[in-house]
């Protein structure tokens, strides 16, 4: 009866093995979780343009937005960057931006970037018609 135990039972190496594959999933995971709880990136960009202006806004649903915000607005024309704008707080679950460019016209590549003052950021891409 013995002998059908030792056969029963994993090898210390495997269970050791076992063990530190447990660990190390644990330990990722956890890691996510608490950049997760932390901050997180936009979720959604819409750009809509009417003539030389553009209006963007920037959904990010936080808990407090006084502490947690869409910190940067990057506005990218044709692959230059024109219009950086850095915001202290969020009103709402969303970030709200409306400029005016004078050389915007058909055909051009409009790019916005939005980041998160705790994590991560988003990017969307248009071109105007």
């Given at each position: 009866m013995s002998a059908a135990l030792v056969f029963a039972m994993p090898k210390p190496r495997a269970l050791a093995r076992g063990v530190m594959e447990g660990f190390i999933l644990f330990f990722i995971f956890s890691f996510l979780y608490v950049f997760e709880a932390f901050g997180h990136p936009?979720?959604?960009?819409?750009?809509?343009?009417?003539?030389?202006?553009?209006?963007?806004?920037?959904?990010?649903n936080v808990k407090d937005p006084a502490t947690h915000y869409?910190?940067?607005?990057?506005?990218?024309?044709?692959g230059k960057k024109i219009i950086d704008q850095e915001f202290s707080l969020?009103?709402?679950n969303?970030?709200?931006?409306?400029?005016?460019?004078p050389d915007l016209k058909k055909g051009d590549i409009l790019e916005v970037d939005a980041d998160c003052n705790q994590f991560g950021d988003l990017k969307e891409k248009i071109k105007i018609e």
């Open positions: 936009p979720q959604k960009i819409d750009i809509t343009q009417s003539d030389k202006t553009i209006n963007i806004v920037v959904t990010h869409i910190k940067l607005i990057e506005v990218v024309l044709n969020q009103t709402a969303f970030q709200k931006a409306t400029y005016s460019i």
